[in-house]
């Protein structure tokens, strides 16, 4: 954590500001090492303030570190009485704040300068240090060993697509995750050509192909994979397809590295399929970072930004048929200066059920 305030107290003189307001959950543990329901946070190049109610002081003092500790139902007031001891002028606040939380903020600091701040914290935990990296390997970890169990759950004729989804969320859990990083998507036959296709009721027949897209949270980090398989006789067609995103998902891993510009990540998957005659079927973007959120910064595009090492990003393309089917394979990989590590380790190659 002492690293992490360090890298903070250092973007405070970049963007030219005397403290930050810390809000929302995640950007409080990533700083604090805290997760509860009661807690603000403020960081000035001086001072660093936790201030949380009655319910949490215990559980603070007994775990984080390098903060004052302060016990009150109303933060902003007692972090205004700092700034004015201070002398603190132009106050951080994350842009995404509620609109009720700004006017509150306009009240509690009138006369102070309040500049909002787009990805400040988003930005410090872009990218992941050692510690971050082993939980989101073990969330992974997780997520592999539920979609192999899951091969042996699926039933063609028998079991819906809304049973795989509930047999994947509680075998994660057996396996040590508390809970889901987003509503697992379990899209079979035509509605594969879904991305998000929301798993129904609908019963998963012989001649579907079958695309599971989920993940699970470990220790407040993500995991978030996608496979595809199909069940039963499979189409040349099919077959072809499938071929076509896996070339397309290896040619990422095959070429990023610290330093690629961020749309030719975009770019990697994208030409093989354009080149295929495909290009107007890959409808989404190739990726964005995980972390304490399934969908984190970087996002991709057109960005002329550059991949970092430390980054955890998914690499996801995809082909959706209208009224035939969608294919979808999807890893996690952390950036490394020379490439990357892939997260997801569970098989690529067509998986093909009875």
């Known amino acids: 954590m002492l690293t992490r305030l360090k890298r903070f107290e250092e973007k405070l003189d970049k963007v030219g500001i005397d403290g930050f307001l810390v809000t929302g959950q995640n950007n409080i543990y990533y700083m604090t090492g805290f997760w509860g329901t009661s807690?603000?946070?403020?960081?000035s190049k001086t001072r660093c303030l936790f201030v949380t109610d009655a319910r949490y002081t215990l559980i603070v003092k007994q775990s984080v570190q390098g903060f004052d500790i302060i016990e009150s139902r109303d933060p902003l007031q007692e972090i205004a009485k700092?700034?004015?001891?201070?002398?603190?002028?132009?106050?951080?606040?994350d842009s995404q704040v509620s609109f009720a939380y700004y006017q509150n903020l306009q009240a509690v600091f009138a006369g102070y300068h309040l500049q909002a701040q787009t990805n400040f914290m988003e930005a410090l935990r872009m990218i992941k240090d050692a510690s971050e990296m082993a939980t989101i390997r073990k969330a992974c970890s997780i997520s592999d060993r539920a979609f192999t169990d899951v091969l042996d759950f699926i039933k063609a004729g028998q079991t819906t697509e809304l049973q795989v989804a509930n047999f994947?969320?509680?075998?994660?859990?057996?396996?040590?995750?508390?809970?889901?990083?987003?509503?697992?998507?379990?899209?079979?036959?035509?509605?594969?050509?879904?991305?998000?296709?929301?798993?129904?009721?609908?019963?998963?027949?012989?001649?579907?192909?079958?695309?599971?897209?989920?993940?699970?949270?470990?220790?407040?980090?993500?995991?978030?994979m996608t496979r595809t398989i199909h069940i039963g006789d499979i189409s040349d067609k099919e077959r072809e397809v499938y071929q076509l995103v896996l070339e397309a998902n290896q040619a990422v891993i095959d070429?990023?590295?610290?330093?690629?510009?961020?749309?030719?990540?975009?770019?990697?998957?994208?030409?093989?399929?354009?080149?295929?005659?495909?290009?107007?079927?890959?409808?989404?973007?190739?990726?964005?970072?995980?972390?304490?959120?399934?969908?984190?910064?970087?996002?991709?595009?057109q960005s002329e930004e550059v991949v970092e090492a430390g980054m955890?990003?998914?690499?996801?393309?995809?082909?959706?048929?209208?009224n035939a089917f969608g294919v979808r394979i999807e890893d996690d990989l952390i950036v490394t200066e020379e490439g990357c590590e892939v997260l997801t380790l569970a098989p690529k190659e067509l998986i093909v059920l009875p």
Not at 39 to 43: E, K, L, P, R, S
Not at 82 to 93: P, T
Not at 272 to 300: K, S
Request: glycine letters at 12%.
């Open 39 to 43: 807690a603000t946070v403020f960081i």
């Open 82 to 93: 700092v700034i004015q001891a201070d002398k603190l002028e132009r106050i951080g606040f």
């Open 168 to 224: 994947l969320d509680f075998r994660m859990r057996e396996y040590g995750a508390s809970g889901i990083s987003f509503e697992t998507i379990v899209a079979s036959g035509k509605r594969s050509a879904m991305p998000h296709g929301v798993a129904s009721d609908k019963v998963i027949e012989s001649g579907d192909m079958l695309t599971l897209d989920f993940g699970c949270y470990y220790n407040h980090y993500v995991s978030d």
């Open 255 to 301: 070429s990023v590295k610290a330093g690629m510009v961020r749309k030719d990540y975009d770019k990697a998957a994208r030409n093989v399929i354009a080149n295929a005659g495909y290009g107007d079927y890959f409808t989404h973007g190739i990726g964005h970072g995980i972390g304490l959120d399934i969908h984190e910064i970087p996002y991709f595009g």
């Open 312 to 322: 955890v990003i998914t690499d996801e393309p995809g082909i959706y048929l209208d």
